[in-house]
């Protein structure tokens, strides 16, 4: 049988990183074994979804390239499903109205140390709950589950799991104002979209049992289960934003690449078996199965994040990527006209340092402008009573009646610092702190050729002027 499997998130907010590697693993399985990826929006929270969230879950997945098949699944469209079921376990008898109030439960948890429920209306009798109902006490809906003996399963990932019936208690499926909860809902959905495989954070193994009670009861099939290790801080803690984690739309204003992010997401509990570490989606869905995914949980790296960030941009085409900068900042150039093969060669010298495409636009500015101000530690490294002398000596002999060309203007360098007898490195820092404001760029030579010859000409007497 192909495999059928979800993503399914709540639009409470941005859409985590964490999400992601989930809604990637899914995606990767199913790919990989000619199944269906499906998409469900668990929406039930009605106080904290928003539309807003809903529709960055839809742009999010598209910009990574997480394409889901068929139609979205909403959790809200769907109570009257709901009700049918529960009243269907209402009917058999494997589901029960439950009146004892929160006050009670918290009074019987204080005064007698119950942490779970006491099956106090269990086995009441008919007339006892009519009673309550004719009064319209509110209740609550509680699954009865067996008393005795061990309730096993087996995940794909972390093998058997087994779960004593006493560790649990009746939960509830319906809440006192009619929702249903969670763990009911999951299994309703799960069965009605013939979920294959579910496969999900490994936080959701408590869950799974109650899952298979729900499933037992209404007796459908099981899915099979896959949890994947937590993603953890440097810190040993659960992944949240004071480890640098943000939300998908966060990390593409950022300038992340989308396959950046599937191909560090892939790394987090995932291994590929060989030394590989940067790849695109294509190698992801030929090479992954859950078979490689880890037990260990995963160690959110940024740094890791930003070095396979910086393969990508290294080896994209730099058409490609004057593409990707223009959807972010429209006016790269800053409102002045440069046809396009410019901006490419200003890409082109660039990438091999960029980790971003905001980097990318952030380094670039001095290709755009006059540098209005200096680093003040560039000229504290290469700037001295000397230096005024020694960049115009080299306009004035070298540079004012040059021909622009790349061999002549390393040569032109080469033969000043050897008759004015001083180091080559000197004159180098001199010009690029005068192009750029700082000691940072591409190599000088291909440098000036992009500025040309005018620019550079102007921003060595600018410098000369204000330094």
């Known amino acids: 049988m192909k495999p059928v499997v979800r993503f399914a998130p709540s639009p409470t907010g941005a859409l985590h990183i964490g999400s992601v590697r989930t809604a990637l693993f899914n995606y990767l399985f199913a790919r990989k074994n000619s199944g269906t990826f499906l998409l469900r929006i668990e929406d039930t929270d009605l106080k904290r979804s928003e539309d807003v969230y809903t ?7 598209s910009w990574l390239d997480l ?12 109570t009257s499903r709901y009700k049918t079921v529960i009243n269907q376990l209402l009917e058999s008898g494997l589901a029960y109205r439950c009146f004892s109030s929160e006050e009670e439960l918290s009074k019987m948890r204080e005064d007698e140390g119950l942490f779970l429920y006491p099956r106090t209306w269990r086995d009441r009798s008919k007339e006892d709950i009519d009673k309550r109902l004719e009064n319209k006490d509110p209740f609550t809906i509680r699954l009865k589950i067996p008393l005795d003996g061990v309730l096993e399963f087996v995940d794909l990932i972390y093998g058997k799991i087994k779960t004593n019936y006493s560790e649990l208690d009746d939960f509830i499926i319906a809440r006192s104002d009619g929702s249903p909860t969670y763990n009911f809902t999951v299994v309703v959905d799960d069965h009605d979209m013939q979920i294959s495989h579910v496969i999900r954070g490994e936080d959701h193994i408590a869950n799974t049992p109650k899952q298979l009670l729900i499933y037992s009861a209404l007796k459908w099939s099981t899915p099979e289960f896959a949890h994947l290790p937590m993603i953890l801080g440097h810190d040993g ?3 949240s934003k004071r480890h640098g984690a943000k939300g998908v739309p966060a990390y593409r204003e950022s300038g992340y690449l989308p396959y950046t992010l599937i191909n560090y997401l892939s790394l987090l509990g995932w291994n590929p078996g060989n030394h590989d570490e940067v790849f695109d989606l294509e190698y992801l869905i030929k090479n992954f199965s859950l078979e490689k995914v880890n037990k260990k949980a995963a160690i959110f790296d940024n740094k890791k994040l930003d070095w396979i960030s910086g393969q990508h941009i290294k080896t994209q085409e730099s058409k490609e990527l004057l593409g990707l900068i223009n959807s972010i900042e429209p006016a790269w150039g800053q409102g002045k006209v440069f046809d396009e093969d410019y901006l490419i060669r200003v890409i082109t010298e660039l990438k091999p340092r960029a980790k971003t495409i905001r980097d990318l636009i952030d380094q670039s500015q001095y290709f755009f402008s006059d540098p209005l101000e200096y680093n003040a530690s560039a000229l504290e490294k290469c700037w001295d009573e000397s230096s005024s002398g020694i960049l115009k000596s080299f306009y004035d002999k070298k540079l004012i009646d040059l021909d622009w060309s790349e061999p002549l203007i390393d040569e032109a360098v080469n033969t000043f610092v050897n008759d004015e007898n001083i180091n080559k490195g000197k004159i180098i820092q001199l010009l690029r702190v005068s192009f750029t404001g700082s000691l940072t760029g591409p ?3 291909e440098l000036m050729i992009i500025l040309g010859r005018d620019v550079c000409l102007r921003r060595i007497n600018n410098i000369l002027d204000k330094v």
Do not use: N
């Open 55 to 61: 529709q960055q879950i839809y742009d999010s997945l």
């Open 67 to 78: 394409k889901y098949d068929e139609q979205v699944v909403k959790q809200s469209s769907r």
């Open 237 to 239: 803690k659960r992944l």
């Open 443 to 445: 190599s000088i030579t």
